[in-house]
């Protein structure tokens, strides 16, 4: 089982947003690490929505198959658990959200308190873009390069 944690972060002022995923093992280990950063000035809520849609591709890419979400966002915990349809405009994101389970055979998403690791991880990616570098659906297993 791989624990997926993310998160989303905003800087109003630059007009910049980040969004974090963290993968770890059932040991504990992390796999995975996922940055990026954006441009405009998103909802809280709709960052977290794209932190969450970021890393749920991420673990598709990587090929993890039963992962746990944990989001520190009750709204989008919300959204992805209720069948009913989301018609707002962030809808899309919900509905490409809850396409994903098809590469799953077990994924589940709980709120949780603990992303402290993403907020590191987000808020350096925003604050120094260039050092964080993914190559490819495997950057992780080469590690993150820095410069």
């Known amino acids: 089982m791989i624990k997926l944690n ?87 994101i919900v509905d490409e959200i809850r396409t994903l389970p098809v590469f799953f055979s077990l994924l589940v998403c709980v709120l949780s308190q603990e992303v402290a690791i993403m907020h590191h991880i987000m808020w350096l990616n925003m604050l120094f873009p260039s050092l964080f570098i993914p190559i490819g659906a495997e950057w992780f297993r080469i590690g993150l390069v820095m410069f």
């Open 6 to 92: 993310v998160d989303g972060g905003l800087d109003q002022k630059n007009g910049l947003f980040g969004m974090g995923a963290v993968c770890r093992d059932d040991q504990g280990d992390c796999v995975g690490i996922l940055a990026t950063l954006g441009v405009g000035f998103p909802s809280p809520y709709s960052c977290e929505m794209m932190a969450l849609r970021n890393g749920l591709h991420f673990c598709v890419q990587v090929g993890f198959t039963h992962v746990e979400v944990e989001c520190d966002c009750q709204a989008v915990v919300n959204a992805i658990n209720l069948a009913e349809e989301d018609l707002s405009p962030k809808g899309a």
